[in-house]
């Protein structure tokens, strides 16, 4: 077996580990390391912070003075109600199929999508759609007060 980045003359390959390059490839790969990429800590921890500032920002604001109605149908047509519905799931599905983007980054954007449909096309007020988004992530699964579900 040949060593870590070694090239063979003769059959014109560059092994790496498992992995071996052959034929006009291989002299590119020639003493470069292509192992796996590297996690990127500071992104992650960075995001992470973010989160929990927004997670934090969106329960701070006053509470609802009434409760809120849902409407079904914000549009007046049903057709265009269920396409504003139905936007979420074509962002995060076309993100992944037609975009090739990663799996958390295509959540994501089916997050937003859907804190954006809610609010602005449903009129959901920000604070309830943000604790809800909140809420179904996790970072928050128990209820503000004792006895309140």
């Known amino acids: 077996m040949a ?7 003769a059959s014109d ?6 992995y071996a390059v052959t034929g006009r490839d291989a002299s ?8 796996p990429p590297q996690a990127n800590l500071l992104a992650s921890a960075i995001v992470i912070v973010l989160a929990a500032i927004a997670a934090i920002f969106v329960l701070r604001i006053s509470p609802l003075s009434s409760p ?3 409407g079904y149908d914000p549009t007046g047509h049903w ?3 269920t396409i504003l519905a139905a936007l979420p799931i074509v962002v995060l599905l076309g993100s992944l199929a037609l975009g090739h983007v990663k799996a958390h980054y295509g959540g994501l ?4 999508a859907a804190l954006l449909t809610a609010i602005f096309a ?11 988004a909140v809420y179904g ?11 309140s579900c």
């Open 68 to 70: 809120w109605a849902q």
């Open 109 to 112: 954007a089916g997050l937003a």
């Open 79 to 81: 057709w265009l109600s």
């Open 122 to 132: 449903f009129h959901m007020p920000a604070r309830l759609a943000g604790a809800t």
């Open 137 to 147: 992530a996790g970072l928050r699964p128990l209820p503000d007060r004792p006895g």
């Open 3 to 9: 060593a870590h980045g070694a090239t063979n003359r």
């Open 28 to 35: 590119q790969h020639a003493g470069q390391d292509t192992g």
């Open 13 to 18: 390959s560059v092994t790496y580990g498992n």
